[in-house]
């Protein structure tokens, strides 16, 4: 029956007052948005100042990045939009919101479509803009049901509109892409290149591009890295919208869509990437509390001096404790976006870690060889089964397993059993971990059999260092053995003691006798043991007792000063730990680590100048501001005359003493000095070598001082630390960009006579 007039009428006054109604409901919910009293709306300022947690980067001294600091999945370095591909702008537009540069942060034409294809069930395209997007990262929480979702989209609207206002096309393209999670700890666009390309983000291609863009609809379903297929479609797809919108001619979307998608995957890691040690050194330096007596046990004495005097004195120590942001809170590493600039060379870097990699591996299979079929190894043949008992539950009792264990109540017949029960577990090797079955008191032993080692390389005219290797493997042996261990030198000890010698007027040629001596001591005599029985009863020089590192020279040497002199200065050479003013102090018994020998060995090139590890140049905010700026520090010890006699003296060393198979092995020729060290038993071996303008350190051991090698000739300082620093000069003189040439040579005063040919 048809309508009447009147109902015509009727129904049209119905639609209004719906319409009116609802469009009233509208307005009212908008405006309730807008004030604050509905949903969660950011601040004028928040919205100027989005809140992003930004990794901290740090750079090497050739601007190249050695890693970041961050938690958790916050891996991300925001990037302004012109260091953004042009494709992955094009890509992005075209595909997620085509009529960007059209709208208000609100496209209603797109918003109908979208509600047509729902009514419909077609697939019309989504109705978000960019900029809606946008402010879902920022302020939108994780939706609990989908009514939450329905009143977090008219939010999201009135931000969006907000963020328009205040800001460029440009910058909210280039805060959308800083902002998106890209996984595998890739947030933001310049993260998501390098990860997924090992590329920067300016310099992906389109396919590289597109792939990444194609993400933006769900990261986790189009995962290149697990799902190539489907990340390969969805790209295609980009590159068929980019070729709608003009972007891309037809032919070359074709072209394009036929190439396989290829990776180049760049695992995020804090345990991997260049220099690792290094930069979990610097994390825990700038980071530092300052020390506090009682948080240290009776045992960490020495640790909590050095720790004091490291706040006292290093600005480095403890910088973000020390210094604080503009408005009085403290910087934090992992969110603030701080960019630091270190001294480490990344050339150098990688130089000494193959240098390390390729000696410790070589190393490693002939103390393997030495041990197998031991039932005592990884020890030593000397230590009784009750003393390897007691080394190995040591370890047990600092392992995960044991801690995780008493914190769930077990027993010690419990936890017996667990540590002798076979188990499925990965163990490391050179060639790569290997998953495996054994008991977890067989792998600390055989985890125990590799060999560890430090390295430290540094300028000694400005303290800059240049390199630093603090184990043969972060991730198996995270125990840094540059700057927190600390072994016993061994002979490296002796140009110390010869400093102290040629300071008070000693010549280089004086002569002593080379024979058997013994030092009357309050605790009884000492008779050093020697090595060589080269020349016995003969008068040597000085020159010849220190090239041939000879134990009866530096006992007769020692004898003719007092113990607390070669003590005091030795903490002038940089050394800080407690040192023992007994006259065996001559070959070396006390403990000090790499770091600290880089650092005394400073003096000798640089004319009794020596000069602090600098480990950092500058450090700036997320702005560009500059906020720490680092000098090295230095201090004159001895005379330029004593640096002369020392050089002298220990250029004999490389040239025809312990030292030579630098020449004769390695056919390094330059100008050079340094000595060998190896400590009783051939616990740690020890390598320090110096050129004009550098200056390196190399120790390698056992964890425990009784994991050696049995034989002298395997495990002397000459076989064991000499060629980790002799590959790595190699390296570093046939990169002729360094600027290290075989030509340079030690200022040494045209008046100063060497004395040449005493012997």
């Not at 328009?164 to 902002?179: G, P």
């Not at 280089?508 to 008779?527: K, R």
Request: aromatic share 12%.
């Amino acid at each position: 029956m048809a309508l009447t007039e009147e109902r015509r009428i009727g129904f049209r006054k119905v639609f209004w007052k719906i319409f009116g109604i609802g469009l009233a409901v509208v307005v009212l919910l908008f405006f309730l948005i807008s004030i604050g009293w509905i949903g969660y709306l950011p601040e004028i300022r928040e919205l100027q100042n989005p809140i992003n947690k930004s990794a901290t980067e740090i750079y090497s001294s050739d601007a190249q990045l050695l890693g970041r600091y961050y938690k958790g999945r916050d891996n991300r370095v925001p990037i302004n939009y012109n260091e953004i591909d042009k494709d992955i702008i094009n890509a992005l537009i075209a595909t997620e919101d085509i009529r960007f540069y059209k709208h208000s942060g609100i496209d209603l034409r797109g918003l109908i479509r979208a509600v047509f294809g729902v009514l419909t069930r077609s697939n019309s395209g989504g109705g978000s803009t960019i900029t809606q997007q946008l402010a879902k990262q920022l302020y939108s929480p994780g939706a609990g049901n989908i009514i939450e979702r329905a009143f977090q989209k008219p939010i999201e609207w009135v931000i969006a509109v907000k963020l328009e206002r205040m800001y460029s096309k440009e910058e909210i393209i280039a805060m959308y892409l800083n902002q998106f999670d890209f996984l595998n700890n890739a947030v933001g666009i310049k993260s998501a290149s390098h990860v997924y390309f090992n590329s920067p983000a300016d310099k992906l291609n389109i396919q590289e591009a597109a792939t990444l863009v194609g993400m933006c609809k769900n990261p986790s379903y189009f995962n290149p890295l697990r799902y190539n297929e489907r990340s390969s479609s969805r790209r295609n797809v980009v590159l068929d919208q980019m070729r709608k919108a003009g972007f891309l001619t037809e032919n070359e979307s074709d072209s394009i869509k036929k190439l396989p998608l290829l990776l180049d995957y760049k695992r995020v890691d804090h345990k991997e990437g260049l220099a690792p040690y290094f930069r979990e050194y610097l994390r825990k330096v700038l980071t530092a509390k300052k020390p506090v007596k009682g948080d240290y046990a009776d045992w960490q004495k020495e640790t909590y001096e050095n720790d004091k005097w490291s706040w006292e004195n290093d600005p480095l120590y403890g910088f973000f404790e020390k210094n604080k942001k503009s408005d009085g809170s403290k910087y934090d590493i992992y969110t603030d976006g701080l960019k630091i600039y270190t001294t480490i060379d990344s050339r150098m870097q990688r130089y000494a870690e193959e240098a390390v990699d390729q000696h410790m591996q070589s190393i490693q299979k002939q103390f393997f060889r030495e041990k197998k079929g031991r039932k005592y190894a990884p020890f030593s043949r000397d230590l009784t089964t009750a003393e390897v008992s007691s080394i190995m539950q040591s370890a047990v009792n600092q392992s995960e397993r044991y801690r995780k264990l008493k914190k769930e109540g077990a027993g010690k017949e419990e936890i017996d059993k667990s540590f002798n029960t076979k188990t499925e577990m990965r163990v490391f090797t050179y060639n790569g971990w290997v998953d495996t079955v054994m008991t977890p008191m067989d792998s600390i032993r055989y985890h125990k059999h590799f060999l560890r080692c430090g390295f430290m390389s540094m300028d000694p005219a400005d303290g800059h260092v240049k390199a630093y290797v603090g184990g043969p493997d972060f991730t198996a042996f995270q125990y840094d053995m540059v700057t927190l261990g600390r072994r016993q030198i061994g002979s490296t000890v002796k140009p110390y003691l010869y400093t102290l010698c040629m300071e008070e007027g000693m010549s280089p040629c004086d002569m002593v006798l080379n024979e058997p001596i013994t030092i009357m001591t309050s605790s009884g005599p000492w008779s050093p043991r020697n090595a060589s029985s080269r020349r016995i009863g003969e008068m040597v020089t000085l020159r010849w007792g220190l090239k041939e590192s000879n134990n009866w020279i530096s006992a007769r040497l020692m004898s003719q000063f007092t113990p607390e002199a070669l003590v005091k200065l030795m903490h002038s050479f940089g050394i800080k730990g407690k040192i023992d003013p007994v006259v065996s102090l001559a070959l070396g018994p006390v403990e000090v680590s790499v770091a600290e020998m880089v650092d005394a060995y400073t003096a000798f090139p640089s004319r009794g100048i020596r000069v602090d590890p600098l480990y950092v140049s500058h450090i700036e905010d997320a702005n560009g501001n500059i906020i720490g700026s680092f000098t090295p520090r230095m201090e004159e010890i001895f005379s330029e005359e004593t640096a002369f006699k020392m050089i002298y003296m220990m250029r004999s060393v490389i040239d025809d003493g312990t030292g030579s198979r630098v020449r004769r092995v390695y056919g390094l020729t330059m100008p050079m000095g340094g000595k060998t060290g190896t400590t009783n038993n051939n616990s740690d071996g020890w390598f320090m070598g110096y050129t004009p303008k550098l200056v390196s350190g190399v120790w390698v051991g056992g964890e425990e001082r009784s994991i050696r090698f049995d034989s002298m000739a395997q495990g002397q300082g000459a076989a064991m630390a000499l060629p980790i620093w002799a590959n790595y000069m190699k390296k570093v003189l046939a990169d002729k960009q360094l600027g290290y040439k075989v030509t340079d040579d030690f200022k040494v005063s045209s008046e100063w006579s060497s004395e040449a040919g005493c012997e």
